[in-house]
C-alpha cells in the first residue's frame, strides 16, 4: 500500500478506512478485531472516525478493540474529530459546533479515554464552525500537539478561508482538510479549495468517495444515473468493478488525496485497493466529471 507524507512525522495509507458506520454494522469486539486486522494486513492501516459518531459509541467500539488486541493501535494510524457538541433542548437533541478552547481540550480527552490509547495521530476541527476563533482553537490544538496527546492538526470541510484563518494561528501547521469530493459531489472544486491544497502541498482526505453508496442506486437523479452509466462504462473498458473506478478517478488527482472507504465488507475494501493499479486515461477522468454535471469550455 502506498503511503502519503502528510508531514515529517506522519504518513497515511492512500486508502484509510472509515468507521462511521460502525455503529449500524453490530460487529462483536472479536469481529471488529478481525475487521481491522483485515485491513492492516491489506496495508489499509489510517483509521478514521470522529466524537460525534454514533453519538461517541464509535470511538468507544474502536476502543474496545485496541484493548481487545493490543497489537493494533500501533500498526494504525489513528484520526479522529472534535468540535460538535449536543445539547437536549425542550427534551430533544441538539447538535451545534463547540470549538473553545476548554471543550477542545475536555473533547480530546475524553476521546483518548474511549479510544483506549494515549495519543491520537492526526486531529481534526470535524466542520466550519460560524463562531470559531482561529486564535483561540489553534491554541488548544497547539498544546494538546505539545502535550504529545495529538501528533499532527488539521480539518474537516473548511473552506480556503477559515482553512487559511486557522492555519495562521497555529503557524501553517494543519496538515489535511478532510473534505467531501466524488463524482456527484463538486463543492471543494467550486470554492477553490482543491486549487489551495494543491498550491500548499497539503493532501486531503475524501469522505464518502462512493457518495455514501448512492451512486450504485436505482434513483429517479438524471445525473446519478448518467454518473453510474458512465462509470460503468469505464470499468467494463479496464475489467474492474465500478468503484474501483471511482477510487482510482480521486487518486488520479495532483492533489495527492487519500481516499476514505466507508464499507464494513473487507471484499469492498479490496475493490478500492485495487484502484492503485488502475491507469486511467488522462480523457477518462474528464468522462466522469462531465457525466456529473461539469461543463468543459
Ligand atoms: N469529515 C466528515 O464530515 C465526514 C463525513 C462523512 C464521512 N466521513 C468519513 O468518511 C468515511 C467514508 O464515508 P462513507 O461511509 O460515506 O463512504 P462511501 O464509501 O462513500 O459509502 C459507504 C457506503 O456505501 C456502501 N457501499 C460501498 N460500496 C458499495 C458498492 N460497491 N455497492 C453498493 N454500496 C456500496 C456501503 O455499504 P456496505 O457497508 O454494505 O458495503 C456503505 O453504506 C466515513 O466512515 C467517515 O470516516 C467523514
Sequence with gaps: MRKTALSENLSLSVIAQGFWR?????????ELVSFMNGCIDRGVTTFDT????????????????????????GKTELVTKTGISRAMINGEPFGYYDT?????????????QRLQTDYIDLYLIHREDPLLDPWETGRALLDLKKEGLVREIGVSNFDPFKFKALNKAVDGQLVTNQIEWNPLCYEHFKSGMIDFLSGNRIHPMIWSPLAG???????????????????EEIAGRHGVSPA?????WILYHPVGAIALAGSSK??????????LDVQLEHPEWFEIYAAGGQQIR
Design 22 to 30: 460502525l455503529t449500524g454494522w453490530e460487529f462483536s469486539t472479536e
Design 50 to 73: 470522529a466524537e460525534v459518531y454514533g453519538g461517541t459509541h464509535c470511538e468507544r467500539l474502536m476502543g474496545e478493540a485496541f484493548a481487545k488486541d493490543p497489537s493494533i493501535r
Design 100 to 112: 473553545t478552547y476548554d471543550r477542545i481540550i475536555k473533547s480530546c480527552k475524553e476521546s483518548l
Design 213 to 231: 453508496g448512492r451512486i450504485f442506486q436505482e434513483t429517479d437523479d438524471t445525473v446519478c444515473t448518467a454518473v453510474r452509466a458512465k462509470i
Design 244 to 248: 474501483t473506478i471511482i477510487y482510482a
Design 266 to 275: 473487507l471484499e469492498r475494501l479490496d475493490l478500492a485497493i485495487q484502484a
